[in-house]
């Protein structure tokens, strides 16, 4: 069984700038999960979908963060325009029945 | 509100020797109950969790966990450390079905 796919895997831009990041959760999965992860720090949760819609987007800085999910599969994060703090793992998730998560390998990204 | 304090930021142990990474957890619903390893570089693998069945829970790679209701924790312990075990590992709750609540995690270092 194939995991969840994630690209790009690294990514370094100045300030300003806007980034987008890609995830293909598990075949079948219908929950999926945005995560931040910021150097020295446990991951901490930046939106959640369940099938095409929101469950939880209430860590998202929403002036600055976008995702969707198109379709209840792939979905997108986009940064725009990204800030110095916003360097960090950008990981992805998704959940079957919703308990047990399983992470992609992550966009490690570098804001100059 | 549900939180997680893992106790040590860096633990070190010899070959062979036990591990023991404590987590303390804080739910107000019975909680699910994770522990997640990250490698350098990578995403986090599912070590094992506990959801509301058997308090001794068995994991992947030796590892298990104790799910202590008294004390509020969820200790991760393995009898004999190997020097593959060196990794950052994550402890973390969820409500069934949300969002994960990471601890700050705690590196592992194996000296031979």
């Known amino acids: 069984e194939a995991g969840v796919a994630q690209s790009p895997r690294y990514k370094i831009i100045e300030k300003r700038q806007s980034v987008a990041f890609w995830c293909n959760p598990i075949?079948?999965?219908?929950?999926l999960y945005w995560y931040q992860q910021i150097l020295g720090q446990g991951p901490k949760l930046l939106i959640q979908f369940q099938n095409n819609g929101v469950v939880d987007d209430s860590q998202l800085p929403k002036d600055r963060f976008s995702a969707e999910r198109l379709k209840g599969v792939d979905s997108t994060l986009k940064i725009q325009p990204a800030k110095l703090e916003d360097s960090a793992v950008y990981l992805c998730?998704?959940?079957?029945?919703?308990?047990?998560?399983?992470f992609g390998p992550g966009t490690r990204l570098t804001v100059l | 509100a549900q939180s997680v304090t893992q106790l040590g930021s860096h633990v070190s142990v010899s070959e062979g020797a036990l591990v023991l990474l404590r987590c303390n957890y804080s739910s107000s619903v019975p909680p699910y109950l994770f522990w997640y390893v990250q490698y350098p570089n990578q995403g986090l693998q599912l070590l094992l969790k506990y959801t509301s069945a058997a308090t001794l829970v068995k994991g992947i790679n030796g590892f298990e966990a104790e799910f202590k209701k008294s004390e509020t924790s969820f200790h991760l312990t393995k009898p004999s450390a190997h020097m593959s075990d060196a990794a950052e590992y994550f402890c973390?709750?969820?409500?069934?079905?949300?969002?994960?609540?990471f601890g700050q995690g705690t590196e592992l270092s194996v000296k031979p």
């Open positions: 075949s079948g999965h219908a929950t």
């Open positions: 998730a998704s959940s079957l029945l919703g308990d047990t998560q399983y």
């Open positions: 973390a709750v969820s409500n069934q079905g949300g969002k994960l609540i």
